[in-house]
């Protein structure tokens, strides 16, 4: 399988807090993870990302937060083989992106000249 990600001159997102790791942490059911809390270090800013799950399938929430600054990013992507969505970001930092049923996912984050993956997300 090819890889999803550019080139290593890209710079990943640090995992800070998983909510799986957390005593309570939601349970799996049927095989599949209902939903998760994750928070990553993106340069000088965080990316509180959660997973959510409704009626119209599985969905990415996420917020760019900065001290006291607004987020430079101006979008984000998703990416899974033959997949591929974006999201514009708020100027609050905020964006929401509908996910594939299943797969191999990545996001994908630019901010400022600096661009940053979150890889492995589980759905």
Do not use: C
Not at 3 to 21: A, C, E, Q, V
């Amino acid at each position: 399988m090819m890889p999803l990600s550019p080139p290593s001159t890209h710079k990943d997102g640090i995992l800070i807090m998983d909510s799986r790791h957390a005593l309570g942490a939601p349970q799996r059911h049927q095989g599949l993870l209902n939903v998760w809390n994750r928070l990553y270090k993106i340069g000088s800013f965080y990316l509180d990302l959660s997973l959510k799950r409704g009626p119209n399938g599985a969905f990415l929430v996420g917020q760019v937060i900065g001290a006291a600054q607004k987020p430079p990013a101006l979008r984000v992507t998703l990416h899974a083989p033959s997949y591929s969505r974006s999201s514009f970001i708020t100027e609050r930092g905020n964006f929401r992106i509908q996910l594939p049923d299943k797969g191999d996912l990545e996001l994908e984050l630019t901010l400022d000249s600096e661009t940053f993956w979150v890889r492995g997300l589980d759905v």
